[in-house]
């Protein structure tokens, strides 16, 4: 599966942005994809994610109410739109894909990565 990160860019807080992520090579039907991030000097942590074929979703405690994940399964992309941005929120975000049972939010569960995207919240 390759992926395909973008929308990411710098906005202040209590904005809002939209990521995309486009995947390819694979049918999606057995796959749950997730965002996570990584900002400077920390380890890279879950998101959300989403199981594609049922549309299951699970959030991050530090996101939810805040972040919706969505996907248009005609055009293969997973969204995550971000609302009432914090500064704590700057990270580069990733998209990723897994194949392994449902749940799983450690980044060791997800084989496929995009590029990463960065998001930048200013205070």
């Known amino acids: 599966v390759q992926l395909q990160a973008s929308g990411g860019g710098l906005v202040q807080a209590g904005g809002s942005l939209r990521l995309s992520c486009a995947a390819s090579g694979r049918p999606l039907d057995t796959f749950h994809m997730g965002w996570f991030r990584q900002a400077p000097g920390q380890e890279r942590e879950f998101v959300a994610t989403m199981r594609w074929s049922s549309g299951e979703i699970y959030y991050a405690d530090s996101v939810k109410g805040r972040f919706t994940i969505s996907r248009d399964t005609a055009e293969n992309t997973v969204y995550l739109q971000m609302n009432s941005l914090k500064p704590e929120d700057t990270a580069v975000y990733y998209c990723?894909?897994?194949?392994?049972?449902?749940?799983?939010?450690?980044?060791?569960?997800?084989?496929?990565w995009g590029q990463g995207t960065l998001v930048t919240v200013s205070s």
């Open positions: 990723a894909a897994s194949s392994e049972p449902w749940g799983r939010t450690s980044r060791y569960a997800y084989r496929y």
